[in-house]
């Protein structure tokens, strides 16, 4: 999905056979085979996974924190729709998914308007981007996962910085391009910048889920991406009524400033709301006291029954 902006335009350019309709059968492919892949490789639980290895197993049951033969209580919504950290993710995540899909959707825009570029160039500059975020998100895990391993620093550290870096780096590049101006060097060197620092994010807001609560983090994920998806929806309208037909420097700097403020916002909230403590209502299974009664303190009957038993 990476490379796809670049191969659709670079085959719509030059094959005689593709064409719009063509591309949509094409994406329609992937998903098909994707599902197909879905369904044979992926179960509820390791253990019921029919191609894994002994090692492998023992490794992803050793190191998680979910008790999967443990029936769950029923989720605390009440609770949940009262919590501080799971609200500043929900707004992090929103603000993130804004400045991606503007970025996603109309940079390719911005670049044949402003920049003029062709379209085979276009889609390879516009998912160079993405492939970098995804290196370096491969890295930075790595990193920081390894130095929460040695106690070099505690996990909400980890997670408040990363954000941060992804947040305040991304919005910092969209402030530089607007500055830029029509450079087109400069333009596509702070893009890139721009959205491959967004890869700090996967070792920050995008784990903390994950941290306030294991055994429901699928739930709150599903909430979290729901809210934070809309704006999939939304920023095509802000750009839309932004620029249509009025494709000026002038009117994109709008568009990034916005995206620059809200990731600015979203990573003040997280610094100061979010937390990587298990929450109070995710606790399963509290501890349960073994208490024990002494025989002189049995009363008469339960002394007379007893001796019945025995």
């Known amino acids: 999905m990476i490379y796809s902006p670049a191969f659709l335009n670079w085959w719509v350019d030059r094959s005689m056979l593709a064409t719009r309709p063509a591309c949509f059968y094409l994406f329609g492919l992937f998903g098909c085979l994707w599902f197909f892949l879905w369904a044979v490789l992926i179960t509820d639980t390791p253990q019921t996974h029919p191609f894994i290895t002994k090692k492998e197993l023992k490794y992803i049951t050793s190191n998680q924190k979910i008790e999967t033969n443990k029936k769950l209580p029923p989720v605390p919504w009440r609770k949940i729709a009262c919590s501080i950290p799971f609200w500043s993710l929900i707004v992090t995540q929103t603000c993130q998914d804004w400045s991606y899909y503007t970025i996603m959707t109309d940079l390719p825009t911005y670049f044949a308007t402003m920049l003029h570029f062709r379209i085979e ?3 390879f500059l516009s998912s160079i981007p993405h492939f970098l975020q995804t290196i370096v998100g491969l890295v930075v895990s790595s990193v920081t996962d390894l130095i929460v ?5 505690s996990p909400q550290f980890v997670r408040k910085f990363c954000n941060s870096v992804s947040g305040f780096g991304t919005s ?3 402030v530089a391009v607007c500055l830029s101006g029509c450079d087109v060097n400069k333009n596509v060197a702070l893009f890139m910048f721009s959205v491959a620092i967004g890869g700090f ?3 920050g807001h995008e ?3 994950l941290d306030l609560s294991p055994e429901y983090a699928g739930t709150l ?4 991406n729901t809210i934070s998806n809309l704006t999939g929806f939304l920023t095509p309208l802000v750009v839309g009524a932004l620029t249509d037909g009025n494709q000026t420097l002038g009117q994109w700097h709008i568009v990034f400033g916005i995206t620059s403020g809200l990731l600015a916002f979203a990573s003040v909230v997280f610094v100061i709301f979010s937390t990587t403590q298990k929450q109070d209502w995710a606790v399963t299974s509290p501890a349960i006291k073994d208490v024990t009664m002494d025989v002189p303190e049995c009363s008469s009957i339960n002394r007379k029954a007893y001796k019945r038993l025995t």
Do not use: D
């Open 221 to 224: 994920y599903g909430i979290a």
């Open 121 to 123: 160039t276009n889609g």
């Open 201 to 203: 994010c996967y070792s």
């Open 149 to 153: 391993r040695r106690g070099l620093a």
């Open 207 to 209: 784990l903390t889920l």
């Open 172 to 174: 910092l590049g969209l």
